[in-house]
């Protein structure tokens, strides 16, 4: 985007940053968010730094999972602004019944989506551990590979549709273009009266 992405505005009430945008639709499912990274958005959340000797989304994942004061932390990427809610509560819901799942992980077109999903904590060590097995010189280990080395509960297309049929929640901006496309849609969905 040539700037930090997170701290984008996302036009609409007060412009809120793109961070805040995501979180905001699933505040009342989680507690206060946790941000892997050295700057807040003027948001007020708790700042962790990335986990040492470790690069990458990786990193942030590994660094939240062990602040975090709960047994599963549901995980947002930063520039995902339309996260479901509905989805959200049934990807807890299914961890909360599946005692062995480290990870309750969406797969979209056959591919992991592990960055709207749900971990539990104590996955941290085995986290970490991946991670240095997969780790390759002057880059950090790919998310999907390291996720895969976890125990998975696969919430595959036809199941999760269900809850987001648009799927929406994997929407996101990594472009300007992509960011004025979603901006776009966030207008449709008002003028059509539902839930930007």
Same mark, same amino acid.
């Given at each position: ?13 007060? =412009? ?8 905001? /639709? ?13 700057? =807040?958005?003027?948001? @007020?959340? /708790? ?7 470790? !690069? ?6 590994? %660094? ?6 709960? =047994?599963?932390?549901?995980? &947002? $990427? ?11 509560? *049934? ?16 797969? /979209? ?5 592990? &960055?709207? %999903? ?5 996955? !941290?060590?085995?986290? *970490? ?5 997969? $780790? ?7 998310? /999907?590979?390291?996720?895969? @080395?976890? *125990?998975?509960? *696969? ?8 809850? =987001? ?5 994997? !929407? +996101?901006? +990594?472009?300007?273009?992509?960011? $004025? %496309? %979603?901006?776009? &849609? ?8 539902? +839930?930007?």
């Amino acid at each position: 985007m040539g700037s930090d992405k997170p701290g984008h505005a996302f036009p609409g009430p007060q =412009d809120p940053p793109l961070i805040r945008r995501g979180a905001d /639709r699933l505040r009342e499912l989680a507690g206060p968010p946790i941000i892997a990274g050295s700057h =807040d958005y003027g948001t @007020g959340w /708790r700042l962790v730094s990335d986990e040492p000797g470790t !690069v990458g989304p990786v990193a942030g994942l590994i %660094a939240g999972l062990a602040t975090a004061d709960t =047994d599963w932390v549901l995980t &947002l $990427a930063a520039d995902l602004p339309f996260p479901s809610p509905l989805l959200a509560r *049934r990807l807890l819901g299914i961890a909360l019944g599946e005692p062995l799942a480290q990870a309750v992980v969406p797969e /979209r077109s056959g591919r992991l989506e592990p &960055l709207f %999903a749900v971990y539990r904590c104590d996955a !941290v060590d085995d986290l *970490r551990t991946v991670a240095r097995q997969l $780790a390759r010189p002057e880059q950090g280990p790919s998310l /999907r590979q390291t996720v895969s @080395g976890l *125990r998975l509960r *696969r919430v595959g297309e036809p199941e999760w549709r269900q809850w =987001d049929p648009e799927g929406a929640s994997f !929407v +996101n901006c +990594n472009t300007l273009g992509e960011l $004025a %496309a %979603a901006v776009k &849609l966030a207008l449709a969905q008002t003028d059509q009266g539902g +839930n930007p």
